[in-house]
């Protein structure tokens, strides 16, 4: 017996049940993941980073010093400094930001507490310094990843960007210079220089936790043989390519541009594809941060 037309009216209003289902899920992961990464930041701090009396950037590294100074637990101190930044970020980027930044700090804050009794896993500062970093960076990473922060000085540079002439990356770089060149008065030149290996690793490691090792990169190709070229792309990389109609600045000539999106670990398989056929065509590669949509699912390669 056919289901009538009122049958199929009735059932539309369970359609936006399961649209809730699907934003209570996603929003439960973004908030597991979260107190993942907020919680390799207590253990970066607590297990390799404070022990070994280094510092990380922003507030911090602030309330790392001070908490060593005033001997002040430092969970406390990580909340206290980062609320008034949380309420000027409330105000000025957004509730959704400063709420999910306010939850990864307090889940911090909480961590670090619980493990500053656990003894630290090294103390030779090397060792204290690069696994220090990585987990702090990707720690940092994931929270970044998933809408939030760990540091009131991020909130700052963003609107001090916004009136000056610099970027978020140079505003928050010359804070960290003033915090790490703090950290030498207090533990020493020679902890300030280790914190400052520990910083750079985990820039470095926040990010590919952002963009991922499999980071997708944009190639534009210019040669006389774009066919065999895009072709060879296809056949040997499985990468769908596209052919753009370009014409030259100084010569006037049409020419023909291949587009293809690639993987970083396909860069150089690429190069010499394009290298067997035209060692003088024109390649440039761009990173690209997102890819979606299209065709960009890999075929099988031989």
Do not use: C
């Not at 961590?111 to 990585?134: D, K, N, R, S, Y």
């Not at 769908?240 to 109609?245: K, Q």
């Not at 056929?277 to 299209?294: L, P, Y």
Request: glycine share 10%; aromatic share 8%; net charge neutral.
């Amino acid at each position: 017996m056919g289901t009538s037309p009122q049958a199929l009216v009735k059932e539309e209003p369970n359609k936006p049940r399961k649209t809730g289902t699907i934003k209570t899920a996603k929003l439960a992961q973004r908030a597991v993941m979260m107190v993942i990464g907020a919680s390799m930041m207590a253990v970066a701090l607590e297990i390799f980073l404070v022990p070994n009396q280094m510092v990380d950037g922003g507030i911090t590294g602030i309330s790392i010093m001070l908490s060593h100074i005033f001997h002040i637990p430092l969970g406390i101190l990580l909340t206290l400094l980062n609320l008034p930044f949380l309420i000027v970020g409330y105000k000025q980027i957004g509730k959704t930001f400063a709420l999910s930044t306010l939850f990864a700090v307090v889940v911090m804050s909480i961590g670090t507490q619980m493990l500053h009794p656990v003894q630290p896993i090294t103390v030779e500062p090397l060792l204290a310094a690069v696994f220090g970093g990585v987990i702090l960076g990707v720690g940092v990473g994931l929270v970044v990843r998933y809408g939030g922060s760990l540091d009131g000085t991020e909130i700052v540079a963003i609107l001090i960007a916004k009136k000056l002439p610099f970027s978020v990356g140079e505003v928050v770089m010359f804070f960290n210079l003033f915090i790490l060149t703090g950290a030498g008065f207090v533990f020493g030149w020679n902890n300030a220089m280790f914190s400052l290996i520990a910083y750079y690793i985990a820039f470095k490691m926040i990010d590919v936790t952002l963009e991922g090792l499999d980071q997708s990169k944009s190639v534009w190709i210019i040669s006389d043989k774009y066919r065999d070229i895009g072709e060879a792309l296809t056949e040997r990389l499985g990468r769908g390519v596209t052919y753009l109609e370009g014409e030259g600045g100084f010569s006037g000539d049409n020419k023909k541009v291949i587009f293809v999106v690639i993987t970083r670990l396909e860069e150089a398989k690429m190069k010499a594809i394009v290298e067997d056929w035209d060692s003088d065509a024109f390649v440039a590669v761009g990173n690209i941060h997102d890819v979606k949509g299209g065709r960009f699912k890999k075929k099988s390669i031989h």
